[in-house]
């Protein structure tokens, strides 16, 4: 059957479109914002960087499977997107440690909160045989966003020199507008249904057995490996800015960069994905981050080293990011849809949050080099490993 893009998968991505336009344009300036005008550690960034990767664990698979019990996925999406947009009044007033790692909780929160019901409604309008396409072609509209973000960051700071409480007003902007388009526009799709609660048992009353599905434990296990060697980007550009010194106002353009190719391979790598199998893709991906470690770590610079440093880190989340959730819906049934995506992205966040902060430290220990070297030692392993771990990893070629 021809591809077809459903106008609730255009409507959820114009939604995180103008949402990551929101975020992006704050997580461009953070590392600077922390470790240069706030004058802390690469510790502290470390923290708050992980807090920004895995605080929105917290709450992705109570938000997933109150979606599937609720029927209603909207609602706990608007919730969530509104927590975030209520986050960024306090960057507006935030000027320590302990009040911006506050402020990222609040904001990942939202995120954890938003995204697995926001996924269970791409899947539920999605064509099946074009699922990981479908989810491309929304991950290409929420990097339009998440280009522009870092880009209008960079302008601000071009024309205003350390005007990042412009940026924060600019980001509580575009948050608003987000919550609004989901608000008024996106129809309000039931997902699996509501369950009539037992004699004797609360009505969201939780148990881990909704994840024992086959293949889905295998998925966790093996993204959770993946995970905990997967450092953030801003200490992948904050190693590229100390490895060639150039001008802090420069910065935010490294966002710019990753997101463009993010953009512009999302739709290809969803589409490669239904057609030669999610579990390879997923993998591949990972083996361009790792090449991606070993350009950071080589003593080479110059523009065509960052400049390829930037391609493949867009790679790795092109062939990564909406095949994850396209994987684990695969493996889920449908009245556990929303459940199973949050546990795929809940175990990859709380990973991803231990390794930003143990990265941070290392770097503090080892110096910038010497810590991404050995974080690629680490993932080339995990790499290995996966591919006999991942349902799927080693099929043939036309099976998924």
């Known amino acids: 059957m021809p591809f077809r893009l459903s106008p609730v998968i255009l409507w959820l991505g114009i939604v995180s479109m103008v949402t990551d336009v929101s975020s992006e344009s704050v997580t461009a300036i953070l590392p600077l914002y922390v470790t240069g005008f706030l004058g802390l550690s690469t510790i502290a960034f470390g923290f708050i960087d992980g807090i920004n990767q895995g605080a929105s664990a917290i709450v992705r698979i109570a938000a997933g499977w109150a979606a599937d ?48 019901p926001r996924d269970a409604l791409i899947t539920v309008s999605a064509q099946p045989e074009h699922l990981a396409r479908s989810f491309g072609m929304h991950r290409m509209l929420d990097n339009i966003g998440a280009a522009a973000g870092p880009l209008i960051a960079f ?28 608000g008024l526009v996106v129809p309000d799709l039931r997902v699996g249904g509501v369950q009539e609660p037992q004699p004797g048992r609360r009505l969201f009353a939780f148990s881990w057995s909704h994840l024992k599905e086959p293949g889905l434990g295998r998925l966790l296990i093996g993204s959770g490996l993946l995970g905990l060697v997967t450092i953030g980007d801003g200490f992948i550009y904050l190693v590229l800015q100390n490895r060639d010194s150039f001008a802090v106002q420069w910065f935010p353009l490294l966002f710019v960069g990753t997101n463009v190719v993010f953009l512009v391979l999302a739709v290809p790598m969803g589409r490669l994905a239904d057609r030669w199998g999610k579990a390879p893709v997923f993998i591949g991906g990972h083996a361009a981050l790792l090449a991606c470690y070993v350009l950071a770590a080589a003593p080479l610079g110059g523009l ?4 390829s440093c930037l391609v493949l880190l867009g790679a790795f989340y092109a062939a990564t990011d909406g095949v994850l959730a396209a994987l684990a819906s695969q493996l889920t049934p449908k009245d556990k849809l929303a459940t199973g995506i949050a546990s795929a992205q809940t175990v990859v966040a709380l990973t ?31 790499v290995v490993a996966v591919i006999f771990i991942l349902p799927g990893a080693r099929s043939r070629p036309g099976s998924a």
Do not use: C, E, Q
């Open 352 to 382: 991803r949050m231990a390794a930003s902060a143990g990265f941070g430290v290392l770097w503090y220990a080892v110096g910038a080099s010497g810590a991404v070297l050995l974080a690629g030692v680490l993932l080339a392993a995990a």
């Open 155 to 182: 302008v601000v700071l071009l024309i205003i020199p350390n005007g990042f409480s412009t940026v924060f007003v600019v980001s509580l902007a575009f948050a608003t507008v987000g919550v609004a388009v989901l």
């Open 69 to 116: 019990r609720s029927g209603h996925p909207k609602r706990i999406a608007l919730a969530g997107y509104g927590l975030s947009m209520l986050a960024r009044i306090g960057f507006l007033f935030a000027g320590g440690f302990w009040a911006i790692a506050a402020i990222v909780t609040g904001d990942r929160i939202g995120k954890g909160i938003r995204t697995a």
């Open 304 to 307: 065509w080293a960052t400049a």
